[in-house]
């Protein structure tokens, strides 16, 4: 199942809308530090609202993004972690070091948005 | 049926049914003469009985006059028991004593104890009033045995049952005061923890406290701990994580109040710093929070005008 990834002004976002594959991860992943140099975007967003499980993978592979984003120039939040989602990943260690998150899609452009004002 | 199943049960289960029946005709008969004695004696074994209590310091929580009423009444609901074979009547009237006594402190022992003493106390008039007759002696304790010590049963089952229920209503009292997650301005949140925590308790909280961040939209929260003198190392974990859980959710954790003991707790189990934001009382961590979330609080006018 494929991650749609929607352009919106200077920010990226990519909605799961379902359970994934580890390729479909990767996919996004791959999908995700292409798009956002060619698109020259500042931020990316990736809502994970309707994710009910997490694991280590799916995890592992969200950090990785966000800290291959960074390299590539972009800043990441991940949004919409269920409260349940969050303290299961705590307990596994998966506490997503150095990565911004908000608790939803309306708190993560907010957050790029106060980020990004001086450029504006 | 009843009666048998009180009184006739022995080692004589197996026996013709006809002699049962005789025997169990003889045995009412018994119980019949053991109450009239009972009723005519009651000012004095109830005397010897209240003597009895107080000689062996039960029941310290009441005074002498209440001893003497609740002695009263349990004697008389114990010989009608006694004469109906039915014990109804004498659960309600344990339950209802045990309602008006554990709130006082009266122990699981000393109510045991003066049901063992009574029954003593009718023993001993027995022994008395048939020392001549020893078969006649050895009939009426066959008769009287059972019953008295299903008596005391049910009316110790009872006090335990009463005691059992309070204690049940109490700890669910507790755990719906235990947590409340109050919100102080727009987006922060404040979840004040009094008393013991103990890992049922503690994943309450979280459950609650992710729960409140997502209900209430918050991004700053304070986590008041000033009265929790201490916790192990399960549940400072348990805090540790519920603080990364709150930030994965998008909300700041500002941990105050933390005791000499709960510092070193956290100290021990090796915490990341970096992670946990720490303020001295809950006044700083409002102030903290207040400031993440660009409020200003500033005076209306100067106080001294």
Known sequence: MEVPVLKQGKFLIATIQAALSDADLENLRRGLVQQVVRFRSLGVIVDVTSMDVMDSFASRTLREIAHMIRLRGAETVIVGIQPEVAFAMVQLGLTLEDVATALDLEEGLAYLNTKFKSLD | ?305
Do not use: C
Not at chain 2, 2 to 9: D, F, Q, Y
Not at chain 2, 136 to 146: F, G, Q, S, T, V
Not at chain 2, 166 to 178: D, F
Not at chain 2, 273 to 301: H, W
């Open chain 2, 1 to 305: 049926m009843a009666k048998r199943a009180i009184i006739g049960n022995g080692p004589h289960v197996a026996i013709d049914p006809t002699v049962q029946m005789a025997q169990n005709e003889a045995t009412s008969e018994l119980l019949r003469e053991l109450v009239a004695h009972l009723r005519q004696n009651r000012t004095q074994l109830r005397e010897e009985w209240v003597q009895r209590i107080s000689e062996t310091r039960l029941l310290t929580a009441m005074t002498k006059e209440e001893i003497f009423a609740e002695a009263t009444s349990v004697y008389d609901s114990y010989v009608e028991a006694l004469e109906t074979e039915t014990f109804e009547a004498l659960q309600a009237y344990a339950q209802n004593l045990s309602e008006r006594i554990i709130p006082r402190g009266v122990e699981t022992h000393e109510v045991v104890g003066i049901v063992l003493l009574l029954r003593d106390v009718l023993a001993r008039s027995l022994f008395a009033k048939y020392q001549a007759d020893f078969r006649k002696l050895n009939r009426i304790l066959d008769a009287y045995e059972p019953a008295a010590n299903r008596i005391a049963n049910t009316v110790a089952v009872g006090f335990v049952q009463e005691r059992e229920r309070t204690i049940r209503q109490q700890q669910e009292a507790i755990r719906e005061l235990s947590t409340p997650v109050l919100q102080v301005r727009e987006r922060l949140l404040i979840l004040p923890i009094i008393g013991v925590i103990d890992p049922q308790r503690a994943r309450q909280l979280t459950e609650q406290l992710l729960r409140g961040i997502r209900t209430n939209r918050a991004k700053v929260v304070v986590i008041d701990i000033t009265g929790v003198a201490a916790m192990d190392v399960t549940v400072a974990n348990h805090l540790v994580q519920t603080v990364e859980a709150s930030r994965l959710l998008g909300a700041t954790v500002i941990v105050t109040g933390l005791s000499p003991e709960i510092a070193q707790t956290l100290v021990t189990i090796g915490v990341d710093l970096g992670k946990m934001n720490t303020v001295g009382d809950l006044q700083g961590g409002i102030e903290q929070a207040e400031r993440l979330l660009g409020y200003k609080v500033v005076p209306l006018s100067d106080p001294r005008q």
